[in-house]
């Protein structure tokens, strides 16, 4: 484990450090640093053409990065700054193509976490993906970056995240018809008409973005195909690779029928254990809670969404280290109660699921 000061000295001597925030922990290296940046690909295995997340600290940091800003987004960032959201901005010349996979774009975002933007105003702009192997769950406790690259990696410890879902990705229309180096554009030739297209979903949810405009989602439809590369160039990172899914299979978890037919280990995550027994006891009639916690790995959340975002990536990778065949989620699409993580988890299970 590193101090902050060891953390800066590192990072200033072109290192990379997995640094906390609250979303998850990310992959950090300087900015302006080639270097540092191919290294970062290097360490998680990520492909060159998805683009990075520069973490700043202050609205000045912004401005060594972004050209300047329309009246939409600087209300968004005014509102939820510092917080789990990343805006798309059209980037300044100087800003590495490294960062950016080529596009005339750059993804931003001001940490809500006090040791994390301590360190930004000492270093300066931190490029910080995912500090995880490429593919697997996020890391939301300094454990899960030593389950991927060793116990003497050097990490910042800012203890377990607070949210546990990556930020949410958004652009707003002024930059809907973002330019890639060859002029070509990101989007179809219909551009979407919304003021705010949501890439990735996270904390900040659609409705209260909606408060600064109409809201709509990216659909794969709106990429442009590079026809240099026979791939769609998409806008945003964690648009085109397989992400979040453990090595266990992951299924909703909707009827005890389910549970019956597998024989294999499991572990179930659940947000709310007392509607399951319930439900289990109108069906079969006879289980009881304690019953419910001997036959499986049982996750509790006791009906907090918030606990549910923060072991959702804990769980799937207790499932791998525990050597767990089925991880069965508690399908939260049925439930009545209402969270801003919603549409984030949804999302999130949904990819595992699918293993995209």
């Known amino acids: 484990m590193l101090g902050i ?19 998850v922990y990310g992959l950090a290296a300087k900015v302006t640093n080639l270097q540092a940046i191919q290294e970062v690909f290097s360490l998680k295995r990520r492909p060159y053409d998805n683009p990075l997340i520069v973490h700043i600290s202050s609205l000045e940091q912004l401005g060594e990065i972004s050209k300047p800003l329309s009246q939409i987004e600087l209300s968004i960032i005014n509102k939820f700054w510092p917080g789990p959201l990343t805006l ?14 080529g596009l005339e774009t750059v993804a931003v975002r001001m940490p809500n976490h006090s040791l994390c933007l301590d360190l ?25 970056v030593q389950n991927d690259f060793g116990p003497s990696f050097p990490i910042l410890d800012g203890g ?11 652009t707003c229309r002024a930059n809907n018809l973002s330019r890639t180096r060859k002029n070509e554009s990101v989007y179809s030739k219909t551009p979407s008409h919304s003021d705010i297209i949501i890439y990735r979903p996270g904390a900040i949810s659609e409705q209260l973005l909606s408060e600064f405009g109409t809201v ?3 659909s794969a439809s709106q990429a442009k195909q590079d026809n240099a590369r026979s791939k769609p160039i998409l806008p945003s990172p964690g648009l085109k690779y397989r992400h979040y899914a453990p090595k266990a299979r992951v299924q909703w ?35 009881t ?19 549910f975002g923060q072991l959702l990536y804990d769980t799937f990778r207790v499932a791998d280290i525990e050597n767990y065949t089925h991880v069965f ?3 939260i699409r049925q439930s009545n109660t209402t969270s801003s993580l919603k549409d984030a988890l949804i999302n999130r299970i949904d990819k595992a699921i699918s293993g995209q």
């Open 216 to 218: 709509e989602y990216y």
């Open 120 to 144: 930004l105003q000492r270093t300066g702009p931190l490029v910080a993906p995912s500090a995880n192997l490429s593919g697997t769950p996020s890391p939301t406790k300094k454990e899960h």
């Open 329 to 331: 989620v508690q399908d």
């Open 253 to 287: 978890f909707s009827s005890f029928d389910q549970l019956g037919a597998v024989t294999e280990t499991r572990i179930v995550l659940l947000l709310d254990k007392t509607q399951v027994v319930n439900q289990a006891q109108a069906v079969q009639g006879s289980i």
């Open 5 to 23: 000061k060891e953390a800066v000295e590192c990072l200033n001597s072109s290192g990379v450090v997995a640094i906390p925030t609250e979303t």
């Open 289 to 307: 809670s304690q019953e419910l916690v001997q036959s499986f790995h049982l996750v509790d959340c006791e009906g907090s969404w918030e606990r």
């Open 160 to 170: 377990a995240c607070t949210i546990g879902l990556e930020s949410t990705v958004i």
């Open 88 to 101: 798309i901005l059209r980037r300044k010349k100087k800003v590495l193509d490294a960062v950016t996979a």
